[in-house]
């Protein structure tokens, strides 16, 4: 069972893979629909307020066939219209969304009664019977077919399954072409009711399969009302044929040529293809496991039924039937494997009983015919039980394990015709027996289902008809009992005798009434050979005639034994010797007929009931018509109206608390939006909120069961106003938790991001700090073996001073060459980097230098570097000079006299500067300009040339070595009229003895002398000059006349 359910699930689960497939079941939801009852109508009767009205039943069913809704249910029966046209409802698609779907949970269909039958089966694992019941021509055997194909796709298959189904479905086309036929009403016309089981087993796979027949209508094999058609075989065999078949056979391909396949006069029909239809059939009886002789013994039988129907008798001159060589007698002796001398005495002879001895009476030729027919129609008719059989062993299933089984039960339903035969008598007779049987079952499940809810049952006023079906069929009293008896009455009965007795033992029954029977008024609507039942349906007038030959079905016996000696193994199959006692009369037709719907009710009892109700819009077979008084006819005698009232007598409908509160819990406000209890005392809270009646529901244990449609119609009506404002709502609420939800899902995010950011700030930082303790680490290492030879340890720490120590060095070089003290000081291992580049900036500094020095500077430079090259180290305050820059004079040619320049200059003067010349003799000081020729030194003052000193003259410089200003110039003085040396001061010491130097070209004319100097005053005079250091700068003549010097001491530097 779990597998089943497994197979079940998936199956569903297949079918509705796509939302929109879901979506599309919710809108078709068949509780849903319940809001477009005015469109189309109410899909359950029961739910029909005026369940009464046949009108208001009408107008339901003629709204929804408009709108091709053509299945509507009466609680779990289900009526169908025929369309007459093909409706896209019975794809593949369609039996997967019906597989596995409560009942009430989709539109009314085929698939939904099945599928829930099946399923109801496999969980309750008992049987169950589907009766599809209605006039010819509304759709029963295409319902039962819609039935087969969906257990075929529904169920668990194999391959060997695939085998059981395969027959199962293949068994109908052979059934229809042997027992189906075109009528007035339907060119496919079912003519025998057909009882099909189809067996489960406990996976719920189809295993096997059983059949019954009931009632062939043999009559038509020798005769056809206008516009109708023999069985379907012998036009399929006569038109689909394969020539050497045909051949072998005897027949032509002709159907005209065969007097049973003409007397409707339309062999041909537009809407039957027989030659496509007979491949089906050969194909079929393959599959169904016929073998090929059992194929060309049951052809043999069809093709001797026509020879049999060509057969024509002679009368001889005494009247009796003779039969002279016919052809059809040589055929039929072959197909038959019957001698043509036993069939022609056969035919045309029977047997009679005479005391002792039998002696054969000859017929008249309407006998022979009479006879032949019979045998024509017993021929067949044994045949097709034959074929069912046959084809139930091909069905069985071997296997004794239990099984249950679901039986399709194909019947036709109440005829009501003009004038109404034997064969309609049966029919309804067996359709009264159905009636009981339904309303036997109904009353006992709707009185189980309040059992079992703990309902106080209520007694449901509802027509019995077992009063209808004694009247049939009780023993001795019955119809049927009256008319055996009259059938095998010796002496002269006739139809008209039994319609006597009848009358005689009727008489007085309420649902009985013949034309002497009947009051004044009812008497008009009879015919003296009439008879009237009021059948459950309605009344129905039979018309006696043919009841006693019908009911007969006579064969005579030796026609029998004839057939017995058939070569032909189904013939002699069905012709079996042990055939009851042949001297006894047979079971007539009724009684078989009763015995077999005995035996149809104990099959059926013993299973659960299902109902298909088939109604046909119009005569006219035509899509889209919908014909009021044909279809009110229908439901009458189809039972609709009866049915329907059995079902409302109770509770027009019930529903399971939880489907119930599900749909309905938002029109209380204790049980919306969830309810917390149980759902029953949920729905007991919400019919109460509904104010609901008493009167008008009861609580059952599971179910809810509620009265009258009106008061579900209102809860309905209520809960489409409710469903308006709660969408609202419920919008509103969904907008603000979608909002909620995109908050809380931004707000998870930003603090995942903010986690995630932090994260990897903190391992940014640890690593970080990671790095920077090893990059400590390391530097601490280098540093603590800075000293040792470059390792690994100390490379990347001595990198670093490297680098921070010539970084520091970049910002803080010298800025001049002069600044020797700014170089910074090196750590160990830059010691000899730094010496090499000290010395290449200092290099670098000197060439910029250089660079920028003009060549006036550089003259002075090289006039400076003269003056070094003389006075360094020499004389005290050089130093002081060094920074001093020269000038090119002290005295522009302005500040010269112009006297004194007309007398120079063409001499050209390169250099002035003011002295203070110290008298030789008494030391006076006067101011004078000193200014150099090209040839000669002149002491000027003001106007006037106070001495030249011609180079070649000038013996040389002297100058002390202390920080004075004095220099003596010594002169060549022969002539004593000249004046002496010169004793001079000049602030621009070194700068004028420097020119002189360059000017005299004498660079070594000058001497630096220490303490004091000689010099001349007049040639043989001599005078002398002291230099010595003090405190204070004096010159003063000393007391020895000396001219003393006092300078003050230099500052070291
Ligand atoms: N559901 C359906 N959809 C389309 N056409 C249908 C449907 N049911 C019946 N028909 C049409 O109606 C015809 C008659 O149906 P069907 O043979 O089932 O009737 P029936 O009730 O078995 O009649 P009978 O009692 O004569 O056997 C079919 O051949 C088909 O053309
Ligand atoms: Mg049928």
């Not at 075989?233 to 007097?259: A, H, K, P, T």
Request: include cysteine; charge should be positive; charged fraction near 25%.
């Amino acid at each position: 069972m779990a597998l089943v359910h497994k197979h079940y699930r998936q199956r569903r689960a297949l079918s509705f893979k796509s939302l929109e497939e879901r979506c599309n079941r919710i809108l078709r939801n068949m509780e849903g629909s319940l809001t477009a009852r005015d469109r189309v109508g109410i899909q359950d009767f029961v739910l029909l307020d005026a369940y009464t009205s046949e009108s208001a039943f009408l107008d339901n069913l003629r709204k929804r066939f408009h709108e091709n809704l053509i299945y509507t249910y009466i609680g779990t029966l289900l009526v169908s219209v025929n369309p007459y046209k093909e409706l896209d409802i019975y794809s593949k698609k369609q039996m997967d969304i019906y597989m596995g779907v409560n009942f009430f949970e989709l539109p009314p269909h085929i698939y939904a009664l099945a599928d829930n039958v099946y399923r109801t089966m496999l969980s309750e694992f008992n049987h169950h019977f589907i009766l599809i019941s209605g006039e010819s021509g509304a759709g029963k055997t295409e319902a039962s077919k819609k039935i087969l194909q969906f257990y075929a796709v529904s169920c668990p298959s194999t391959k060997l399954l695939d085998n059981v189904r395969d027959r199962l479905l293949l068994s109908n086309p052979v059934l229809e072409a042997f027992g189906n036929a075109k009528t007035l009403k339907n060119d496919n016309s079912s003519r025998f009711g057909k009882y099909m089981d189809i067996q489960f087993d406990h996976q719920g796979a189809a295993v096997g399969g059983h059949i019954l027949s009931y009632l062939l209508e043999k009559s038509r094999v020798v005769h056809q009302n206008h516009g109708e058609r023999n069985f379907h075989i012998f036009y399929q065999l006569v038109e689909g044929g394969e020539e050497d078949l045909l051949r072998w056979l005897g027949l032509q391909r002709n159907c005209q040529l065969y007097s049973y396949l003409v007397q409707g006069d339309c062999a041909k029909v537009s809407s039957i293809n027989d030659k496509t239809d007979w491949k089906t059939v050969r194909k079929a009886l393959d599959v169904i496991d016929f073998s090929e002789s059992n194929i060309e013994n049951l052809f043999g039988i069809i093709a001797s039924v026509l020879h049999l129907g060509n057969v024509k008798f002679e009368a001889d001159h005494k009247g009796y039937a003779v039969l002279n060589n016919s052809p059809e007698i040589h055929w039929l002796s072959k197909l038959l494997g019957i001698p043509a001398q036993v069939l022609q005495k056969g035919l045309t002879h029977r047997k009679i009983e005479a005391k002792t001895e039998e002696v054969l009476s000859p017929f008249t030729v309407e006998h022979a015919v009479y006879a032949r027919d019979a045998l024509a129609k017993a021929i067949y008719g044994r045949t097709f039980t034959w074929l069912v059989n046959k084809i139930n062993e091909s069905l069985a299933n071997k296997d004794s394990s239990r099984k249950t089984v679901i039986g399709l039960l194909d019947i036709y339903g109440f005829e009501v015709f003009h004038v109404n035969s034997f064969e309609q008598f049966c029919i309804n007779y067996c359709n009264e027996k159905l009636q009981q049987l339904f309303i036997e079952l109904t009353l006992k499940s709707e009185q189980e289902e309040y059992e079992m809810e703990g309902i106080e049952w209520e007694p449901v006023p509802y027509f019995n008809n077992k009063i209808i079906c004694d009247l049939v069929e009780e023993k001795y009293r019955g119809i049927i009992s009256i008319l055996d008896e009259e059938c095998l009455r010796p002496g002269e009965a006739t139809d008209l005798t039994f319609l006597e007795k009848l009358e005689r033992t009727m008489g007085g029954h309420p649902h009985f009434v013949t034309h002497k029977l009947a009051d004044q008024k009812t008497r008009k609507t009879l015919e003296r050979g009439d008879f009237r039942l009021l059948h459950y349906a309605g009344e129905v007038t039979y018309c006696v005639v043919g009841f006693l030959d019908k009911n007969n079905d006579l064969l005579y016996r030796n026609i029998k034994e004839v057939m017995r000696q058939s070569k032909n193994a189904i013939v002699k199959h069905c012709f079996p010797s042990s055939e009851p006692d042949t001297k006894r009369r047979p079971e007539t037709v009724a009684t078989q007929f009763k015995a077999s719907l005995v035996g149809l009710a104990e099959i059926l009892m013993a299973k659960e009931p299902w109902y298909v109700r088939c109604l046909k819009p119009n005569d006219g077979k035509q899509p889209g018509r919908f014909d009021d008084v044909l279809v009110r006819h229908q439901v009458k005698y189809l039972g609709l109206m009866e049915h329907l009232r059995v079902r409302r007598a109770g509770f027009a409908y019930r529903r399971r608390y939880e489907v119930f509160l599900q749909r309905y819990k938002p029109l209380c406000p204790d049980t919306w939006p969830n309810w917390k209890g149980t759902a029953a005392e949920g729905v007991e809270l919400l019919v109460k909120h509904l104010g609901y009646k008493p009167n008008e529901y009861k609580l059952g244990r599971t179910k809810i069961f509620i009265r009258h449609p009106r008061t579900l119609f209102a809860t309905e009506d209520a809960f489409e106003i409710c469903k308006h404002e709660l969408a609202t709502r419920i919008q509103a609420k969904y907008k603000g938790y979608r909002e909620k939800g995109n908050f809380l899902k931004q707000k998870e995010a930003a603090t995942k991001i903010e986690n995630c950011w932090r994260g990897l700030k903190a391992r940014k930082e640890r690593e970080k700090r990671a790095w920077a303790v090893k990059v400590i680490k390391r530097f601490i290492k280098g540093f603590m073996t800075r000293n040792q030879p470059a390792c690994l340890d100390n490379s990347e720490y001595l990198a670093f001073v490297r680098q921070n120590y010539l970084t520091r060095l970049k910002d803080n070089l010298p800025k001049s060459v002069l600044d020797q003290n700014t170089w910074l000081t090196p750590p160990p291992i830059m010691q000899e980097t730094s010496q090499l580049l000290k010395a290449l900036y200092t290099r670098h500094m000197v060439r910029k230098y250089v660079r920028g020095v003009t060549p006036q500077k550089k003259m002075q430079l090289q006039l400076k570097g003269l003056t070094s090259s003389m006075f360094k180290g020499r004389k005290e305050n050089y130093p002081y000079s060094v920074c001093r820059p020269f000038l090119d004079t002290r005295i522009s040619e302005e500040d010269i006299h112009v006297k004194v320049l007309q007398t120079i200059r063409h001499e050209r003067i390169k250099y002035g500067a003011p002295v203070v010349k110290y008298d030789r003799n008494g030391f006076r000081t006067r101011f004078r300009q000193l200014i150099f020729t090209q040839t000669a030194a002149y002491l000027v003052e003001e106007a006037k040339v106070k001495q030249r000193v011609e180079y070649n003259a000038l013996k040389g410089v002297s100058v002390s070595n202390l920080s004075d200003n004095f220099l003596i110039l010594h002169v060549t003085c022969e002539d004593i009229k000249k004046k002496g040396d010169l004793v001079l001061q000049c602030d621009f010491l070194f700068e004028a003895l420097t020119k002189l130097c360059v000017v005299a070209n004498k660079q070594n004319c000058i001497k630096v002398v220490q303490g004091s100097v000689r010099f001349d005053i007049q040639p043989g005079r001599e005078g002398f000059v002291d230099f010595k250091s003090g405190q204070e700068f004096m010159v003063y003549r000393a007391k020895n006349g000396h001219l003393m010097v006092e300078s003050k001491k230099a500052k070291s530097r």
